[in-house]
């Protein structure tokens, strides 16, 4: 046995903190998103890294560091993905097929990073996240009412003011609940599949506003 590891430890590639934090950082995700954020230790990390605590110290000072870098990382990543999904500059000449579009490429960043959007999911049970990605919501319903009030008004509705704030809720809800479908649903809807269903629906809701 090499002097200085642990039996049925091997020693880890030496990568440096800069290169290892990527790492440590995906071994707490996925641990928050099997176990629940208080799972989450140095321990934990390391075992799931198959490294010594050490290795994982070098990274980060504590636990409260990796929670704080992973949320950090994970709500950038989640609203990145929701702005690029959102038009810049809209055409309305198309409204059902820029929501179906819309829809479609948020479901696509779903499943690039499916975790992210589990760890979201989590906030219900966890205070610190729920108070982060309340945040990142904000922002994003934000954009989405600055996009959908230039449509209610091509389409002549009255009393936007009093009905933007409920029908921005709706769209974030009918993304949200559709993301959740998404996770749970295995292959029962593809990307666009379900992104044309909503996209569809959602149409139908504002159209009607």
């Given at each position: 046995?090499?002097?200085?590891?642990?039996?049925?430890?091997r020693?880890?590639e030496?990568?440096?903190?800069?290169?290892?934090?990527?790492?440590?950082?995906?071994?707490?995700?996925?641990i928050?998103?099997e176990?629940?954020?208080?799972?989450?230790?140095?321990?934990?990390?390391a075992?799931?890294m198959g490294?010594?605590?050490p290795v994982?110290?070098?990274?980060?000072a504590?636990?409260?560091?990796?929670?704080?870098?992973?949320?950090e990382?994970e709500?950038?990543?989640?609203?990145?993905?929701?702005?690029?999904?959102l038009?810049?500059k809209?055409s309305?000449?198309?409204?059902?097929?820029l929501?179906i579009?819309?829809?479609q490429?948020?479901?696509q960043?779903?499943?690039?990073?499916?975790?992210?959007?589990?760890i979201?999911?989590?906030?219900g049970a966890?205070?610190?996240?729920?108070?982060r990605?309340?945040?990142?919501?904000?922002?994003?319903?934000?954009r989405?009412?600055?996009?959908?009030?230039?449509a209610?008004?091509?389409?002549g509705?009255?009393?936007i003011?009093?009905k933007?704030?409920a029908?921005v809720?709706?769209f974030?809800?009918?993304?949200?609940?559709?993301?959740r479908a998404?996770?749970?649903s295995?292959?029962?809807?593809?990307?666009?599949?379900l992104?044309?269903?909503?996209g569809?629906?959602?149409?139908g809701?504002?159209?009607n506003?």
């Open positions: 046995m090499t002097v200085g590891t642990t039996p049925g430890r020693r880890a030496h990568l440096g903190p800069d290169r290892r934090r990527p790492q440590v950082l995906d071994s707490a995700l996925t928050a998103v176990q629940g954020v208080s799972a989450v230790s140095m321990t934990a990390v075992e799931r490294v010594t605590k994982v110290y070098a990274c980060f504590t636990r409260h560091e990796i929670l704080a870098a992973l949320l990382r709500e950038r990543r989640l609203l990145d993905g929701v702005l690029a999904a038009p810049e809209p309305f000449e198309n409204p059902k097929r929501l579009e819309g829809f490429a948020l479901f960043t779903v499943a690039a990073q499916p975790d992210s959007w589990r979201l999911f989590a906030a966890d205070p610190a996240i729920s108070e990605f309340g945040r990142a919501r904000s922002l994003v319903a934000d989405v009412a600055e996009l959908m009030r230039p209610l008004v091509r389409w509705s009255h009393d003011d009093r933007l704030p029908l809720e709706i974030m809800g009918a993304g949200e609940g559709a993301v998404l996770l749970q295995g292959d029962t809807w593809t990307t666009d599949e992104g044309e269903f909503v569809k629906t959602v149409f809701a504002l159209r506003a």
